[in-house]
T-cell receptor
Framework: DGGITQSPKYLFRKEGQNVTLSCEQNLNHDAMYWYRQDPGQGLRLIYYSQIVNDFQKGDIAEGYSVSREKKESFPLTVTSAQKNPTAFYLC?????????????FGPGTRLLVL | RKEVEQDPGPFNVPEGATVAFNCTYSNSASQSFFWYRQDCRKEPKLLMSVYSSGNEDGRFTAQLNRASQYISLLIRDSKLSDSATYLCVVNNPTQVSGTYKYIFGTGTRLKVLA
């Protein structure tokens, strides 16, 4: 089955710790995205990538980092610089970020701070 | 003013009722529009794209009014299974020519009651 997988489903972070969220897709999509969802707010774009070895900051990139070494994979690291990391993190992909391209979402990772 | 605005609800309706949601957007350059459905603690899933001429998919009808900058979603003959949050999404051009970025509304919550 084609789709997007994210792991883990739940992640606990201690103060001062960096954690990495995994996102893998087998849809052969060029573009991949990371969003953060907080209660009562719309999804906000953290980072996106249109091609391997290239990525751009979204609206709330501070405290996060990404890499795109393979087309299928787009991991997100939440660094200790992100002071309020508790949120639902969603990875998405699309063929390309064109006007009528649809984004498909993974099941998400819920990050909690201990 | 938010880029995409939705009434958060909740809309509580009996089974079989017709319910409509509106969404307004602020960027006149917005190119494409979508409705996503999000169940509690799950990822968003595409419900339908919204075309200029309006489009229908079974019990769901989407309309676009570019002059007034709003889109709407009509659900007829509501089912219990329609209970979810409905996200309005607007696809806006970015500074990189030919690429676009999703802007999400905060969502409208629907509860269909037996």
């Amino acid at each position: 089955d084609g789709g997007i997988t994210q792991s883990p489903k739940y992640l606990f972070r201690k103060e001062g710790q960096n954690v990495t969220l995994s996102c893998e897709q087998n849809l052969n999509h060029d573009a991949m995205y990371w969003y953060r969802q907080d209660p009562g707010q719309g999804l906000r774009l953290i980072y996106y990538s249109q091609i391997v070895n290239d990525f751009q900051k979204g609206d709330i990139a501070e405290g996060y980092s990404v890499s795109r070494e393979k087309k299928e994979s787009f991991p997100l690291t939440v660094t200790s610089a992100q002071k309020n990391p508790t949120a639902f993190y969603l990875c998405a992909s699309s063929p390309l970020p064109r006007a009528w391209e649809t984004q498909y979402f993974g099941p998400g990772t819920r990050l909690l701070v201990l | 003013r938010k880029e995409v605005e939705q009434d958060p609800g909740p809309f509580n309706v009996p089974e079989g009722a017709t319910v409509a949601f509106n969404c307004t957007y602020s960027n006149s350059a917005s190119q494409s529009f979508f409705w996503y459905r999000q169940d509690c603690r799950k990822e968003p899933k595409l419900l339908m794209s919204v075309y200029s001429s309006g489009n229908e998919d079974g019990r769901f009808t989407a309309q676009l009014n570019r002059a007034s900058q709003y889109i709407s979603l009509l659900i007829r003959d509501s089912k219990l299974s329609d209970s979810a949050t409905y996200l309005c999404v607007v696809n806006n051009p970015t500074q990189v020519s030919g690429t676009y970025k999703y802007i999400f509304g905060t969502g409208t919550r629907l509860k269909v009651l037996a």
